[in-house]
DNA sequence: TTCCATTGCATAGATTTCTAAGTATTATGT
DNA sequence: ACATAATACTTAGAAATCTATGCAATGGAA
């Protein structure tokens, strides 16, 4: 198919960079493989994507300021603001003042979003497992390593 | 700063499973990490991250339709659509409707697009040092190998 | 040939994310 | 004590992405 117009396309010269021996188009793959996964698998369980992220954090550590769970989570502020607020319409969790120091809001899961606990993390694991299949547990150790190194290796760099 | 509130928060029960050993979550943040530094360099040449990835496949196998593009790109159509548009009204791209199949478009990079080309790769090329620095040849090989396969076991999962 | 399914692209609407800028509260230096 | 800076969150607006649906062209079956 891509062969039957080959003629007219344009033959590569110069530099060259093919596609797949990219990182970073290798992960941004994955990337959106788990996040294909992820939705199909929450969404039963009313659950949106962007909410995910700071529920798996807050299951762990719950009562954290927003700003700290945007580092956790990884995410900027708005974002974090626009999650939380979905979040505590959908009954997940509550947004409390603190009176120490009143521009800071501790969340906190509901029961709700307690009770679901157990089975959210079994569905993250299963997940996990999913991607991790017939890869050897040293080869996952190594590959660990490696995509940990890159992210610091990019958050690293100036500009 | 953690431990300051330890006493106020639920104490983990139950299943337990440390975001830092979730796979999904590492690829998650490398992507993120990868998008930061693409869009910071790209932006100066007047490309939005959203056009990166077409200009990319189109740069080594030009004259493809929006479908084939698609699935080069891995994103869904309505997307490509989006982001062809805004390369199309950015001088990037001309889209022809094909002869033969009217339903049809091909997508060809205009000259400008063509003349960007050796700087394109090489910035990708950039990013892909900078992410890889001080990895040993073989552990990258060893990463894209795993993460590949992630990507397929995720994609293989009915639901 | 004509009808129906398939294919290729587009639109609509929602979600997730960002940057830039704003508001309220607290901390700090003089 | 007061002005200024820093901190915590919020709003506004844009971009990128998705699902669901629609429309036009093509192909195949009866």
């Given at each position: 198919m891509a062969a039957r117009r080959r003629d007219k396309r344009r033959t590569a010269n110069g530099v060259e960079f093919p596609l797949a021996q990219s990182s970073g188009f290798l992960v941004r793959d994955a990337n959106r493989a788990f996040q294909r996964l992820l939705e199909k698998r929450i969404t039963p369980h009313g659950i949106a994507r962007g909410q995910w992220y700071f529920l798996r954090v807050l299951l762990s550590?719950?009562?954290?300021?927003q700003r700290e769970l945007s580092a956790r989570v990884g995410t900027m502020e708005p974002t974090t603001v626009i999650a939380l607020r979905s979040m505590e319409k959908a009954g997940l969790i509550r947004r409390v003042r603190s009176a120490e120091d009143k521009r800071r809001s501790q969340v906190w899961l509901t029961p709700k979003a307690q009770r679901l606990r157990d089975e959210l993390l079994a569905l993250a694991r299963g997940i996990t497992d999913e991607a991790e299949a017939g890869i050897a547990r040293a080869e996952l150790a190594a590959f660990r390593r490696v995509v940990a190194r890159m992210t610091a290796n990019l958050d690293r760099v100036k500009a």
């Open positions: 550590e719950d009562g954290l300021s």
